[in-house]
């Protein structure tokens, strides 16, 4: 899950496998999220964004989870592949703004 | 495709010296951000610009300010480098007229302050 602490928590997931990572969000008022993913020594790259009148949202081998009862996020990997090792951030509007939460680094073992 | 561009990877600078960080997009993109981005912190939000020639803050500007002359380029100004601004730097531009929107990421920039 997400952390806005020193610690980045780590996901490790065999190869082949689904991935779940989860993010808490703050603000109610949040209509817009946005799951990004950062892979060592780039800039984070867009994964897959959700507004707050759907509560899922697929992609290619992606999914987002929207659970605004809660304030709870989720994106879901299909059949993990190292490729995905990364750092994935969530990213939350408020007003013209977006947030992000601490990140979540996701290691793929072979 | 979108693409940001950031002047440099790696800079390393004296404590008191300024410092210009350039970013150039190439999508005719109102929106730009700079963020810096520290271990387990995430990215925190310094300056934003929906325009040229305007500005907002941020949530940490302090220590730092911005320009925007032209709607292509977004300048971060480290008026006297201090070690706590040693950090990977990043830039993002959005398209639209809100920033409610796809941010592209640069980069990045890693400045050390010595």
């Known amino acids: 899950g997400e952390s806005v602490g020193l610690h980045l928590p780590t996901l490790s997931v065999q190869e082949g496998d689904n991935s779940i990572i989860n993010c808490a969000y703050s603000n109610s008022a949040s209509d817009y999220f946005i799951w990004y993913k950062q892979e060592s020594g780039k800039g984070p790259q867009f994964i897959i964004d959700?507004?707050?009148?759907?509560d899922k949202r697929q992609g290619q081998r992606v999914t987002v989870l929207l659970n605004k009862t809660v304030k709870h996020l989720s994106l879901q990997i299909a059949a993990t592949q190292p490729g995905d090792s990364a750092v994935y951030f969530c990213?939350?509007?408020?007003?013209?703004?977006?947030?992000f939460g601490g990140g979540t680094r996701l290691m793929v073992k072979p | 495709d979108v693409k940001v561009t950031q002047s440099s990877r790696y800079l390393v600078k004296r404590t008191g010296e300024k410092v210009f960080l350039e970013c150039v997009q190439d999508m005719d993109h109102e929106n730009m951000f700079w963020y810096r981005q520290d271990p387990g912190l995430g990215l925190r939000l310094i300056y934003f610009?929906?325009?040229?020639?305007?500005?907002e803050k941020g949530d940490i500007p302090e220590g730092y300010s911005v320009s925007r002359e032209k709607k292509e380029r977004f300048s971060l100004i480290l008026e006297s480098a201090s070690t706590n601004q040693t950090s990977m730097y990043l830039c993002?531009?959005?398209?639209?007229?809100?920033?409610?929107?796809?941010?592209?990421f640069g980069p990045g920039t890693r400045l050390t302050v010595l």
């Open positions: 610009s929906y325009d040229v020639k305007m500005k």
């Open positions: 990213a939350e509007n408020r007003g013209n703004m977006l947030t």
């Open positions: 993002a531009s959005s398209f639209g007229t809100q920033g409610i929107d796809e941010q592209f």
């Open positions: 959700i507004r707050s009148n759907m």
